[in-house]
């Protein structure tokens, strides 16, 4: 009786560590929509989950005179270290949420040409390696 005992607890508590290890996404992606900026209108929300790559990449094609904004949620932290960049479609930079070593949660673009732009996740001291991100627009 005693054995069944400690192997009923062992699998219980092996159980609850895997589930507290688990990366959810989908409810961070999900938080992130009502954070959007007032005046932004939610257009697409996306997961954010390292796995074996270096970094997490979507595309999107953006409207010249539109404005888009994408932000990022994460726990512990409000970024947790998930960096986000954005890339227009020659691969050029042209946004990011580290500024001068600082993580901050959201990045606004005034787009002044159409085309796909890159929406690029990476992991710098981040602790989880997940998180959730909205993507929003105004014209």
Do not use: H, W
């Not at 900026?37 to 074996?52: A, D, H, P, R, W």
């Amino acid at each position: 009786m005693k054995k069944l005992i400690i192997i009923v607890l062992s699998v219980f508590v092996l159980s609850t560590l895997d589930v507290i290890g688990q990366c959810n996404s989908e409810s961070l992606s999900t938080a992130c929509i009502p954070k959007l900026s007032t005046g932004f209108n939610f257009l697409k929300s996306y997961k954010i989950e390292k796995g074996g790559k270096d970094y997490v990449e979507y595309s999107y094609v953006f409207t010249k005179g539109t404005q888009y904004m994408i932000n990022i949620c994460a726990n512990p932290q409000p970024t947790d270290g998930i960096i986000v960049s954005l890339y227009d479609s020659n691969r050029n930079k042209v946004a990011t949420s580290k500024v001068n070593g600082q993580y901050i949660s959201a990045i606004a673009y005034p787009c002044n040409t159409t085309g796909i732009y890159y929406i690029q996740y990476t992991f710098d001291g981040s602790t989880s390696y997940c998180g959730g991100s909205a993507l929003g627009f105004k014209r």
